[in-house]
T-cell receptor
Framework: KAGVTQTPRYLIKTRGQQVTLSCSPI?????VSWYQQTPGQGLQFLFE???????NKGNFPGRFSGRQFSNSRSEMNVSTLELGDSALYLC??????????FGPGTRLTVT | GIQVEQSPPDLILQEGANSTLRCNFS?????LQWFHQNPWGQLINLFY???GTKQNGRLSATTVATERYSLLYISSSQTTDSGVYFC???????????FGQGTRLTINP
């Protein structure tokens, strides 16, 4: 069974631009979560989707948004990028209330 | 919210040594996972262990939920065990993992 996939793997953007990251969960998994990892803040929860509904959201500004499609694939969008948004963005999928499996991540650099 | 503390923050050992990593958490949890982050950033699942003891080769883990801690044991360490180990917990109904700050393990040949 294929694992969680994320695209693109690397991305360089300029301040003020927006970016969209994509995540395809493990087949059959309907829950998708997103996390941001930075050297200063560690791993922090962004949001979680289940059956196209956002069930939980972390403490991030409204510039961070996401959605989930009917095939459970998810996208997250960051608008008006800031230097501090440079990070590794990780996506995880799971069955309901069980072990989470992570993708390889997207490394975003904002210049 | 729930707090997760990992210790030690850094651990340097010689190849062949044994190590114990600890994770303390501040509230009841229904999910606890241990991960190893590889050099490219991916989190590799080691254990899903909200309670009890599990073993997988040279690695084993124990979670004592009533006392709110978990231990990860690595025996006969190899250089490939180097990296950052994370503990993450999830409270019932929270639908999110809360991570500790990690333990950076360095195994020298």
């Amino acid at each position: 069974k294929a694992g969680v996939t994320q695209t693109p793997r690397y991305l360089i953007k300029t301040r003020g631009q927006q970016v969209t990251l994509s995540c395809s969960p493990i087949s059959g998994h309907r829950s998708v979560s997103w996390y941001q990892q930075t050297p200063g803040q560690g791993l922090q929860f962004l949001f979680e989707y289940f059956s196209e509904t956002q069930r939980n959201k972390g403490n991030f500004p409204g510039r961070f948004s996401g959605r989930q499609f009917s095939n459970s694939r998810s996208e997250m969008n960051v608008s008006t990028l800031e230097l501090g948004d440079s990070a590794l963005y990780l996506c995880a999928s799971s069955l309901l209330r069980s072990e989470q499996y992570f993708g390889p991540g997207t490394r975003l650099t904002v210049t | 919210g729930i707090q997760v503390e990992q210790s030690p923050p850094d651990l340097i050992l010689q190849e062949g040594a044994n190590s114990t990593l600890r994770c303390n958490f501040s509230d009841s949890v229904n999910n606890l996972q241990w991960f190893h982050q590889n050099p490219w950033g991916q989190l590799i699942n080691l254990f899903y262990i909200p309670s009890g003891t599990k073993q997988n080769g040279r690695l084993s883990a124990t979670t004592v939920a009533t006392e709110r801690y978990s231990l990860l044991y690595i025996s006969s360490s190899q250089t490939t065990d180097s990296g950052v180990y994370f503990c993450a917990v999830e409270r019932l109904g929270a639908q999110k993992l809360v991570f500790g700050q990690g333990t950076r393990l360095t195994i020298n040949p």
